[in-house]
C-alpha cells in the first residue's frame, strides 16, 4: 500500500490565522494531512492555511482531498478568510 507524504512545512502567516479563530473562541488543532481542524459553535471545519505573499502550491493531496471530500474544506489566505470560513463573520 503506497503510503501518502505531506508536507511538514507550516505557512508564516498561520500563527495569525489561529489566533484569529481562538479570539472568537473557536478550538485550533494543526495536522499533517490538513493545516486545521477547527471546532466552532458545534461544527468542525478542516482549513488548508495558505500565505498570499509568497507563491503557494496546492499540494497533489491537497486537490484530492479538495475535489473528493464530501464534507467542507477551504482554503484560508488570511484571518479574515478563516473567520468567514467559520461563519464567524460575513
Known amino acids: 500500500m503506497k503510503r501518502r507524504s505531506f508536507a511538514k512545512t507550516r505557512d508564516n502567516n498561520e ?18 494531512w490538513v493545516d486545521l481542524i477547527v471546532g ?27 475535489k473528493n471530500w464530501r464534507g467542507q474544506y477551504d482554503f484560508a489566505f488570511t484571518p479574515t478568510d478563516a473567520l468567514r470560513i467559520i461563519g464567524a463573520i460575513e
Open 15 to 32: 500563527p495569525e490565522i489561529i489566533k484569529a479563530l481562538k479570539t472568537v473562541g473557536a478550538n485550533v488543532k494543526t495536522a499533517d
Open 40 to 66: 466552532f459553535r458545534g461544527r468542525n471545519y478542516l482549513i488548508e492555511v495558505k500565505n498570499p505573499e509568497v507563491a503557494y502550491k496546492i499540494e497533489p493531496s491537497q486537490k484530492e482531498l479538495d
